[in-house]
């Protein structure tokens, strides 16, 4: 080794005797999340930003259907929601009502699979797979499958008829009722799941101190089940809610074409039929907000901020 390279080595050993060591491990670490950024940005970003800049877009004059040009025209903001104002607002009371039936039917069950069938492994997964099952088989083939149970000569009409919750010529079909079964059907997985997680990590002998006290089942679900599990609520609701906004498949197959449009069917129509991607970005950008928005309020009211 020459004298020259030993000097330098010297001089940089002596630059670096007063710095704080190095992390180990940093810079491996931060080549371990070049993937997942460039996922992100790649998949997220960049199609958020496009889908920005098309709701700014402006016609071209004199141009054919679908020709657009860039520009920062923000009249197509309140021109879109003055024209679809009553589907978007529709979507979300669809999807609010959905998520609060689903969750009334799915909270009973998580709480039989984690609770009372706690300790019967065999029980308990037979359960789940029951819970998941519908996954396997089509969304659309389940949705006409609902059609066919939901149609005017089948049993469930004819049963609400013959209890008279039904008239004589009434029907569920092409309703908003229908829209709302088809909805919280296909989505209650989506809340049994996480309300599961949560009330299997509840500790069985909170219970029983709640017995021993002498509280009520009423008063022990209230004041101990119930808290315990809003993480699972919480989850369970957004991962109801978030989908059920943005669902057409439902609204086009069990409702009609006058009262049942959602807003996903607009915007399905204005970007593949009518070609109008302007109005379409713009309705995409809205709901994306709006839900952002209404998840964001509701997780800190419900008081489950690390949720976000």
């Given at each position: 080794?020459?004298?020259?390279?030993?000097?330098?080595?010297?001089?940089?050993?002596?630059?670096?005797?007063?710095?704080?060591?190095?992390?180990?491990?940093?810079?491996?670490?931060r080549?371990?999340?070049?993937?997942?950024?460039l996922?992100?940005?790649?998949?997220?970003?960049l199609?958020?930003?496009?889908?920005?800049?098309?709701?700014?877009?402006?016609?071209?004059?004199?141009?054919?259907l679908?020709?657009?040009?860039?520009?920062?025209?923000?009249?197509n903001?309140?021109?879109?929601?003055?024209?679809?104002?009553?589907?978007?607002?529709?979507?979300?009371?669809f999807?609010?009502a959905?998520?609060?039936?689903?969750?009334?039917v799915?909270?009973?069950?998580?709480?039989?699979?984690?609770?009372?069938?706690?300790?019967?492994?065999?029980?308990?997964?037979?359960?789940?797979?029951?819970?998941?099952?519908?996954?396997?088989?089509?969304?659309?083939?389940?949705?006409?499958?609902w059609?066919?149970?939901?149609?005017?000569?089948?049993?469930?009409?004819?049963?609400?008829?013959?209890?008279?919750?039904?008239?004589?010529?009434?029907?569920?079909?092409?309703?908003?009722?229908?829209?709302?079964?088809?909805?919280?059907?296909?989505?209650?997985?989506?809340?049994?799941?996480?309300?599961?997680?949560?009330?299997?990590?509840?500790?069985?002998?909170?219970?029983?101190?709640?017995a021993?006290?002498?509280?009520?089942?009423?008063?022990?679900?209230?004041?101990?089940?119930?808290?315990?599990?809003?993480?699972?609520?919480?989850?369970?609701?957004?991962?109801?809610?978030?989908?059920?906004?943005?669902?057409y498949?439902?609204?086009?197959?069990?409702g009609?074409?006058?009262?049942?449009?959602?807003?996903?069917?607009?915007?399905?129509?204005?970007?593949?039929?009518?070609?109008?991607?302007?109005?379409?970005?713009?309705?995409?950008?809205?709901?994306m907000?709006?839900?952002?928005?209404?998840?964001?309020?509701?997780?800190?009211?419900a008081?489950t901020?690390?949720?976000?």
């Amino acid at each position: 080794m020459s004298a020259a390279t030993v000097l330098r080595r010297s001089r940089a050993g002596t630059a670096l005797a007063g710095q704080p060591p190095a992390p180990a491990g940093g810079r491996g670490a931060r080549r371990l999340l070049v993937p997942g950024v460039l996922y992100l940005g790649v998949f997220f970003v960049l199609p958020v930003g496009t889908l920005l800049a098309t709701s700014l877009y402006a016609p071209v004059p004199g141009g054919e259907l679908g020709q657009y040009t860039p520009a920062l025209r923000w009249q197509n903001y309140p021109e879109a929601l003055g024209a679809f104002w009553p589907q978007l607002v529709r979507s979300f009371a669809f999807a609010g009502a959905a998520t609060v039936v689903a969750l009334v039917v799915g909270y009973p069950m998580a709480y039989v699979i984690a609770v009372r069938a706690r300790g019967r492994r065999t029980l308990q997964g037979l359960l789940v797979v029951l819970v998941v099952a519908p996954f396997f088989t089509s969304f659309i083939l389940r949705t006409i499958a609902w059609k066919q149970i939901l149609a005017d000569g089948g049993a469930v009409v004819g049963a609400l008829r013959w209890l008279h919750v039904l008239p004589p010529d009434g029907r569920v079909s092409a309703t908003s009722a229908a829209v709302v079964v088809g909805l919280t059907y296909s989505f209650l997985p989506f809340m049994v799941l996480p309300l599961f997680a949560a009330l299997e990590r509840l500790d069985p002998r909170l219970l029983e101190a709640g017995a021993d006290l002498y509280a009520a089942p009423a008063t022990t679900f209230r004041r101990v089940t119930l808290p315990l599990s809003m993480p699972g609520v919480v989850a369970g609701t957004l991962l109801t809610f978030i989908p059920a906004v943005g669902d057409y498949v439902n609204s086009s197959l069990l409702g009609n074409s006058t009262t049942t449009v959602m807003i996903g069917q607009v915007v399905d129509a204005r970007f593949f039929r009518l070609l109008d991607y302007p109005t379409a970005a713009v309705l995409s950008v809205v709901l994306m907000v709006t839900i952002l928005v209404l998840v964001t309020a509701y997780v800190r009211r419900a008081g489950t901020e690390d949720l976000v």
